[in-house]
């Protein structure tokens, strides 16, 4: 199973690829957790990627094409993986395409969640973040038994700062301008499968675990 899921912040696409990968045990890779992770532990990547995620804008092509070649290079892959936040450029995917060759690999299909962009203000001003394992609830549609502590892990949650007003508003603009041309680019690829992304989580993991049972392209 080699699938990416595609679609605006607040989609929905972190949520769904959490448990999809529970479900049949392949990783969750998000870009976004991976930059995180690479801030929290202050190294040059972190350093140079974290003015570019407090701004809500993306951080260049080629730190993330480096950061993905070796995740995807790395054994724990090797059964496949969800792709969640990457690619977000055509010059990304063009890249997603080389490293998929060099390892021989094919990508089953492109998963695009499509929600209302109103909706999308509501998802992110509201989500709240595991400072330790990383995983998203939301305030009203996914809360935690303990709004300051993560159901899973116990660690503290917190509201990124870009789910805060203003860089919610650049990461829209970012992903008009620069991410939604990739639903183009794989629909004229044949990978793309629309899914309504506006629908309660648990119909949304339904039609997931059936889109992977029978793949259905557009
Ligand atoms: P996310 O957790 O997916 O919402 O990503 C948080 C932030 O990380 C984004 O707003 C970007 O600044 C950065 N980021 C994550 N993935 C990418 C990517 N594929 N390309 C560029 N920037 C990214």
């Given amino acids: 199973m080699r699938y990416v899921f595609l679609g605006p912040p607040g989609a929905g696409k972190g949520t769904q690829a959490e448990m999809i990968s529970r479900k049949y045990d392949i990783p969750h890779i998000s870009s976004g957790e991976m930059l995180r992770e690479n ?23 080629q730190i993330l094409i480096r950061l993905i070649k070796d995740k995807l290079s790395s054994p724990d892959c090797s059964k496949g993986f969800i792709l969640d936040g990457f690619p977000r450029t055509v010059v990304q995917a063009e890249a997603l ?25 509501t998802r992110l001003s509201g989500r709240r973040t ?6 998203n609830y939301h ?12 159901d899973k892990c116990e660690g ?31 629909r004229k690829e044949g990978l793309l499968i629309t899914v309504e992304g506006g629908k309660e989580i648990s119909k ?9 049972g029978v793949a259905r392209y557009e």
């Fill in 130 to 135: 595991c400072r330790a394992c990383g995983i």
């Fill in 156 to 186: 503290t949650l917190y509201q990124r700062d870009d789910d805060k007003e203003g860089a919610i508003q650049n990461r829209l603009n970012e992903y008009q301008r620069r991410t939604k041309p990739l639903i183009a680019y794989y």
């Fill in 39 to 61: 801030v929290t532990a202050e190294t040059k990547l972190g350093k140079k990627a974290m003015s570019y995620m407090d701004r809500g804008e993306l951080v260049p092509d």
């Fill in 204 to 212: 949304i993991f339904e039609e997931l675990c059936r889109i992977f």
């Fill in 139 to 150: 305030i009203k549609f996914k809360p935690p038994k303990d709004k300051r502590v993560c």
């Fill in 97 to 121: 395409v080389s490293i998929l060759h060099q390892l021989e690999l094919k990508l089953d299909a492109v998963i695009y969640f499509d929600v209302p962009f109103e909706e999308l203000i």
